[in-house]
C-alpha cells in the first residue's frame, strides 16, 4: 500500500507520520514538503530508520503537475497541511495558495483517477464555527459556519472544505480538527500578538498533536478491517479531545503560566485580549469519531505536565520576579501589529469594533480582574451569575433550532427537511425533486440574496455550509445577513447587537475594511 501525506512537517503531520510507519503493510508514504521547507531535515533526522519507506516530493500543493505524481498510485491521501494563524495573518497570499487553491489542485487531481481512486482524508477547523460563549458553547457538525471577521484562514479552509464535500471523489471524509496541543505551542506563541486574539472565556476542547497522529492511524488500520462505508465515508466529523479537554481560553493561559509558577492575572490585564471574534466551541458530537477510532488517550492535564517535564528552562521563570516577565515576555507583544492594543493605538477602527464591538466597549473593559467577569468564576461575559460547572454538563442540552430533525437517520430525510432549511436562510431550494435519503444529490439552491448554487443535501443540512460572500471574496457581511436568516442570526447575536450594521472586508493589499450597510 502507498499512501501520500501533506503537511508531514506540522506537528500533526510528524505524529501522522510516526504512527503510519508503525502499519507494516504500508510500503510507502509519500510526503509533500516545500522546496524551501528547511525543517525537511528534522523529518530525515526524526525518521532516518524508515527512509526506505518514506518519499519526500518537494513541490507546492498549488501545483497541479507536483499533486498528481503525489497522488499517482496511492490509496489513501491524507491532507493535513494548512497556513494556519499567525503565519495567514502575516502572508494572506500563501493561506489563500495552500488552504483553497491548493486543496481544489488534489482533490482536481484525485478525481482525474477513474479506477482504483484513492480515498481522501481532509482536515479541516474548528475555526469555521466562528466565535462562541456561553450562550451556545456546545456546537456540532451542521452547526452554521460562521466564520470570524478579517480570519483569512478559516476563511480558506471553508472553501476548501466546501470543494472537498462538493467533489466527485468516491471515498472521502472531512475532519474538523480542534484546537491542538503541541509542545512548540509556547513559544510559538512568543512570536507575536496572536495569543491575545484569544477571548478569556473562549470555550476551548483541546486534542493533542500525538492523540490526532493516532487517529489517522487508527483510520487506515480500521478501514483495512472493516466496511466504514456508511458510518465514516463522505461525511463530516468532529476531531475533539471529550469531557476532560474543555476548559476556556484563560484557564488555558493559566496553566501555561503555572509552569513558571504564575496566573493569568499575574502576566496580563484584563484588556489584552478580545472580547469576541474568536473561534472555538466544546463539542457536543465529539464522541462520535472516538467511538470509531479510540484516539483520545491523552488529557489537558497530561500534556501540561508532561510539557513541564521535556522543558527544564520552565523552572528558571520560578526564579525571575513576575513584572519582569510581564515586561519582557508579554507587554513587548502589546505592540505587535497583530495584537489588539496595537490595533486600538493605531486606530484601526474595522479590528476594534471585529474584536471589541467599539472604542467604547474596549475602553469600559474593568481595569481589575474582581470585576471582570470570568465562566470559571460563574460569571457569564455580561457579568451575570451563571453555574459553570452546570453549564459544562449541559453537552446533551439543545437549544438551537435546526429547522429539520438533524438527529434522523439520513435515509428518513425528505424535500420537505431541505425547503425548510433554506427558507430559514431566507432562500429556497429550487430543485423540484429529490431522492429520499441521497444526501449527495447534487441539488439547486438560491440564497437570500437571490443567487443560484448548486450543492448536495448534505453540504447544506449535515455539514451547514450556506453559500455567501465569503465563499468568493474577502467579504464578512454577517450583520446584514443574520436580519433575514434565522439559522446564522441564533449565533450571530450571541456576541453581536442586532443594530449592529457592518461589512467586514479585505482590500486588495489586505488591509482591514469596515463601512456601514447603506
Known amino acids: 500500500m502507498v499512501i501520500a501525506l501533506t503537511?508531514?512537517?506540522?506537528?500533526?503531520?510528524?505524529?501522522?507520520?510516526?504512527?503510519?510507519?508503525?502499519?507494516?503493510?504500508?510500503?510507502?508514504?509519500?510526503?509533500?514538503?516545500?522546496?524551501?521547507?528547511?525543517?525537511?531535515?528534522?523529518?530525515?533526522?526524526?525518521?532516518?530508520?524508515?527512509?526506505?519507506?518514506?518519499?519526500?516530493?518537494y513541490g507546492n500543493i498549488a501545483d497541479s503537475q507536483v499533486c498528481r505524481y503525489l497522488v499517482k498510485d496511492c490509496s489513501y491521501v491524507i491532507n493535513l497541511c494548512a497556513v494556519i494563524p499567525p503565519h495567514s495573518d502575516k502572508d494572506p497570499q500563501k493561506a489563500i495558495e495552500c488552504n483553497q487553491?491548493?486543496?481544489?489542485?488534489?482533490?482536481?487531481?484525485?478525481?482525474?483517477?477513474?479506477?482504483?481512486?484513492?480515498?481522501?482524508?481532509?482536515t479541516s477547523t474548528v475555526a469555521l464555527y466562528g466565535n462562541r460563549n456561553s450562550k451556545h458553547i456546545y456546537g456540532r457538525v451542521g452547526d452554521p459556519l460562521l466564520v470570524s471577521p478579517y480570519d483569512i484562514y478559516s476563511a480558506t479552509k471553508l472553501r476548501g472544505e466546501f470543494r472537498v464535500l462538493e467533489s466527485d471523489i468516491e471515498d472521502f471524509v472531512v475532519l474538523r480538527q480542534t484546537a491542538m496541543l503541541h509542545y512548540n505551542m509556547l513559544l510559538d506563541n512568543m512570536s507575536d500578538g496572536l495569543m491575545f486574539h484569544t477571548c478569556f472565556n473562549a470555550p476551548l476542547e483541546w486534542a493533542t498533536a500525538e492523540d490526532s497522529g493516532r487517529l489517522i492511524a487508527n483510520i487506515i488500520k480500521e478501514d483495512q478491517t472493516r466496511d466504514l462505508k456508511k458510518v465514516f465515508w463522505n461525511k463530516v466529523f468532529n476531531?475533539?479531545?471529550?469531557?476532560?479537554?474543555?476548559?476556556?481560553?484563560?484557564?488555558?493561559?493559566?496553566?501555561?503560566?503555572k509552569l513558571i509558577g504564575g496566573?493569568?492575572?499575574?502576566?496580563?490585564?484584563?484588556?489584552?485580549?478580545?472580547?469576541r471574534n474568536f473561534h472555538g466551541v466544546w463539542f457536543s458530537d465529539g464522541h462520535l469519531l472516538n467511538d470509531l477510532f479510540h484516539y483520545q488517550t491523552q488529557s489537558v492535564a497530561w500534556f501540561w505536565k508532561e510539557l513541564d517535564t521535556r522543558n527544564p528552562l520552565f523552572k528558571l521563570g520560578k526564579i525571575v520576579s513576575k513584572p519582569i516577565i510581564k515586561k519582557f515576555a508579554i507587554e513587548r507583544l502589546l505592540k505587535n501589529y497583530n495584537a489588539p492594543a496595537f490595533w486600538v493605538k493605531s486606530n484601526d477602527e474595522g479590528k476594534i469594533i471585529a474584536y471589541f464591538g467599539g472604542k467604547d466597549k474596549y475602553?469600559?473593559?474593568?481595569?481589575?480582574?474582581?470585576?471582570?467577569?470570568?465562566?470559571?468564576?460563574?460569571?457569564?461575559?455580561?457579568?451575570?451569575?451563571i453555574d459553570y460547572n452546570a453549564l459544562k454538563a449541559s453537552e446533551n442540552e439543545k437549544n438551537f433550532d435546526y429547522f429539520y430533525d438533524i438527529d434522523q437517520d439520513d435515509d428518513k430525510i425528505t424535500i420537505k427537511d431541505l425547503q425548510a432549511v433554506a427558507e430559514a436562510h431566507g432562500g429556497k431550494l429550487l430543485s423540484k425533486k429529490f431522492e429520499k435519503g441521497n444526501l449527495r444529490e447534487k441539488l439547486i439552491w438560491e440564497n437570500q440574496d437571490g443567487k443560484q448554487f448548486t450543492a448536495s443535501a448534505y453540504t447544506v443540512i449535515k455539514a451547514g455550509h450556506w453559500i455567501n460572500p465569503i465563499y468568493t471574496e474577502n467579504v464578512w457581511d454577517f450583520d446584514r445577513l443574520s436580519k433575514k436568516d434565522k439559522i446564522f442570526a441564533q449565533i450571530w447575536y450571541d456576541s453581536h447587537d442586532k443594530d449592529e450594521d457592518y461589512i467586514y472586508s479585505f482590500d486588495e493589499n489586505f488591509n482591514a475594511k469596515i463601512k456601514k450597510i447603506d
Open 7 to 57: 503537511g508531514a512537517t506540522g506537528n500533526m503531520g510528524r505524529e501522522a507520520l510516526k504512527e503510519l510507519l508503525q502499519i507494516k503493510y504500508i510500503k510507502k508514504i509519500k510526503i509533500l514538503i516545500l522546496p524551501d521547507d528547511k525543517r525537511d531535515k528534522k523529518i530525515k533526522k526524526q525518521f532516518s530508520g524508515y527512509l526506505s519507506r518514506i518519499e519526500i516530493v
Open 101 to 122: 487553491i491548493g486543496v481544489d489542485c488534489l482533490v482536481s487531481e484525485i478525481e482525474k483517477i477513474k479506477e482504483n481512486q484513492p480515498k481522501l482524508i481532509h
Open 239 to 257: 476531531i475533539g479531545g471529550g469531557a476532560l479537554n474543555r476548559v476556556t481560553g484563560y484557564d488555558t493561559l493559566n496553566d501555561g503560566f
Open 263 to 275: 496566573s493569568t492575572k499575574d502576566f496580563f490585564d484584563t484588556n489584552y485580549n478580545s472580547l
Open 363 to 385: 475602553y469600559n473593559i474593568p481595569s481589575d480582574w474582581k470585576d471582570f467577569p470570568l465562566l470559571i468564576e460563574n460569571k457569564d461575559e455580561n457579568g451575570k451569575e
